[in-house]
């Protein structure tokens, strides 16, 4: 018969392999752990490199949306029109799709009721009030009286649209002396909406023409244009109850045309590739109306900044960056600004970054009082 013998160390031996097995388990625990964590790690990692390159691409796809949208080339948009045969007020739509940084240009035809005799005058109907933020051109209000006794006004305004416009623009009339006594025959306008234009400095060149001689055809003076890629924008006004000619002046596209009772108006744009004259633009009136005195405006709108004008408005040297001219100030820096300007394509635009930068210590921030669409500013402190 054979006997079990059991060793005094054996209870010892039983002890340690039952704190092996707790060490190998809690060794166990905390690679799961540690695993965990890194995948939680990784899975992060992976979330932020995601959200960042998201960030970036929005930054990017943004900032090429208000370059291309805002610097050049100036690009028609939009326009509307309407015409009243009442005083005191012309309410004329916002183009749809305004947006902050457009440049609107107004044109407005206005004239009392004929009257057979004595020769009426549309000097005699005011402009009583001007809509918020609206400038007249520099040739300001132009008059006509025709040799058959027919007068006609025509105003001409710009405005460089804000972040929040109304939804209509309303101009004011008077009617006083024959107008008073005669009535008030119609006015009509209209509104023209671009993009790219040099919102400090829209207009290159304007000026308006009133005929002398009583013809169905209406011409503008010709101007010459200072910059390349100026927008030619030209307005024909004639106190008759016909239709203008479409296609309308040469090389022109015609934005609209509207006739109110005896008060026709048309707006026609065109892009001008190189600085120098326009040439006389025509508009015809189709007829049958008497012919009569018209008149007509031209001007240029300009593009936006161009890198040869940044280079010229950088203040490189100075601390303080004051873009005058190209729609804000840059200060605050402890060591000098230098700038500099490059260009990519995207399918048929060119599309130009403006960069200012400064060396001066981390611990200093420059300050961006104000940077309008048309220019992106990068700050390398």
Same mark, same amino acid.
């Given at each position: ?138 040739? #300001?209000? &132009?008059?006509?009286?025709?040799? $058959?006794? /027919? !007068?006609?006004?025509? @105003?001409?305004?710009?405005? *460089? +649209? ?27 306008? #209209?509104? &023209?909406?671009?993009?790219?234009? $040099?919102? /400090? !400095?829209?207009?290159? @060149?304007?000026?308006?023409? *009133? +005929? ?170």
């Amino acid at each position: 018969m054979s006997a079990i013998c059991l060793k005094g160390n054996s209870g010892f031996s039983l002890i340690t392999a039952i704190f092996i097995l707790v060490i190998l388990a809690s060794l166990g625990a905390a690679i799961v752990t540690i695993t965990g964590v890194e995948q939680t790690s990784s899975a992060l990692d992976v979330q932020g490199s995601r959200a960042y390159q998201a960030a970036r691409a929005g930054i990017e796809w943004a900032s090429y949306q208000l370059l291309i949208n805002q610097l050049g080339p100036v690009t028609y948009q939009s326009s509307s029109s309407n015409g009243t045969t009442t005083l005191p007020n012309l309410t004329i739509n916002k183009p749809a799709g305004t947006a902050q940084n457009d440049v609107l240009i107004a044109g407005i035809t206005f004239r009392p009721n004929s009257p057979g005799s004595p020769v009426e005058h549309s000097t005699d109907i005011g402009i009583a009030s001007v809509p918020a933020g609206w400038s007249l051109v520099p040739s #300001g209000r &132009l008059d006509a009286i025709s040799g $058959n006794q /027919t !007068s006609s006004g025509l @105003v001409v305004y710009w405005k *460089v +649209a804000g972040a929040s416009e109304p939804a209509s623009y309303t101009w004011s009339f008077s009617c006083t002396g024959t107008c008073a006594s005669l009535g008030f025959n119609a006015a009509t306008g #209209g509104i &023209l909406r671009f993009s790219g234009v $040099n919102t /400090t !400095s829209p207009i290159d @060149v304007e000026a308006g023409l *009133v +005929a002398t001689t009583n013809s169905y055809d209406i011409f503008t003076a010709s101007v010459t244009t200072t910059v390349a890629n100026d927008m030619l924008v030209t307005t024909h006004e004639t106190p008759n109850a016909d239709t203008w000619q479409n296609p309308p002046p040469s090389g022109m596209t015609q934005a609209f045309q509207i006739t109110t009772n005896n008060a026709m108006l048309q707006m026609s744009y065109a892009i001008q590739a190189a600085a120098g004259a326009t040439g006389q633009k025509k508009a015809h009136d189709n007829g049958p109306d008497g012919v009569d005195f018209g008149i007509a405006d031209i001007l240029a709108l300009q593009p936006g900044p161009t890198p040869s004008a940044f280079a010229t408005a950088c203040n490189a040297g100075s601390t303080s960056q004051n873009l005058t001219g190209m729609g804000g100030t840059l200060s605050g820096f402890t060591a000098a600004v230098t700038c500099s300007s490059s260009s990519f394509t995207e399918g048929a635009n060119t599309v130009w970054v403006y960069q200012i930068t400064s060396t001066g210590s981390s611990g200093s921030v420059g300050t961006l009082n104000r940077v309008e669409r048309q220019l992106q500013a990068t700050l390398a402190k």
